[in-house]
T-cell receptor
Framework: KQEVTQIPAALSVPEGENLVLNCSFT??????LQWFRQDPGKGLTSLLL?????REQTSGRLNASLDKSSGRSTLYIAASQPGDSATYLCAVDCKAGKSTFGDGTTLTVKP | SAVISQKPSRDICQRGTSLTIQCQVD?????MFWYRQQPGQSLTLIATANQGSEATYESGFVIDKFPISRPNLTFSTLTVSNMSPEDSSIYLC???????????FGDGTRLSIL
């Protein structure tokens, strides 16, 4: 059974800092890995999708990496802003569409 | 990409009643899913909604408690039956437009049972 762990559970940084969120998974036989953002009381917004054959994806200030062999992914956020404050969720697909989610990292960026 | 509308956005229900949540997508999609997010926790997959056939449920979820319909490629419903306070959660619909594409989520239905 796939298990997904996110560290840290919460993170508070001053505006402008670069930061890294971590995601680890136990079963390396994955289809893809997706990072989401969830704002309070809202659904999930897809940030980046990394296919199992890829090592990283970039979108603006976000960069996600994937190391299947070690069961790890990181989400790097450059030059953080208060608007980045949210919960970030990592989800791993071991079978088409069946995602296992981590518990998330709650990020607070202080002005 | 896909735009997903969920209704209702929130509801407060009495113990023992049932509520049906609707999920409408603005385009035909191959896969539709229903998730539950209990307070302070992450998402757990309830079932995959299969078009024209019975849903595929994950371990711990049964059809009698969470009946699901998917009459076409753009619409699905999830019913939470005989509700108890333990069913108080956010219920989210998600879709995968095509295999290997990102999953997209609706805003969820926040359900409270008194």
């Amino acid at each position: 059974k796939q298990e997904v762990t996110q560290i840290p559970a919460a993170l508070s940084v001053p505006e402008g800092e670069n930061l890294v969120l971590n995601c680890s998974f136990t079963d390396s036989a994955i289809y893809n890995l997706q990072w989401f953002r969830q704002d309070p009381g809202k659904g999930l917004t897809s940030l980046l999708l990394i296919q199992s054959s890829q090592r990283e994806q970039t979108s603006g200030r976000l960069n996600a990496s994937l190391d299947k062999s070690s069961g790890r992914s990181t989400l790097y956020i450059a030059a953080s802003q208060p608007g980045d404050s949210a919960t970030y969720l990592c989800a791993v697909d071991c079978k088409a569409g069946k995602s296992t989610f981590g518990d998330g990292t709650t990020l607070t960026v202080k002005p | 990409s896909a735009v997903i509308s969920q209704k209702p956005s929130r509801d407060i229900c009495q113990r023992g009643t049932s509520l049906t949540i609707q999920c409408q997508v603005d385009s035909q999609v191959t896969m539709m899913f229903w998730y539950r997010q209990q307070p302070g926790q992450s998402l757990t997959l309830i079932a995959t909604a299969n078009q024209g056939s019975e849903a595929t449920y994950e371990s711990g979820f049964v059809i009698d408690k969470f009946p699901i319909s998917r009459p076409n490629l753009t619409f699905s419903t999830l019913t939470v039956s005989n509700m108890s306070p333990e069913d108080s959660s956010i219920y989210l619909c998600s879709v995968e437009v095509a295999e290997g594409q990102p999953q997209h989520f609706g805003d969820g239905t926040r359900l409270s049972i008194l």
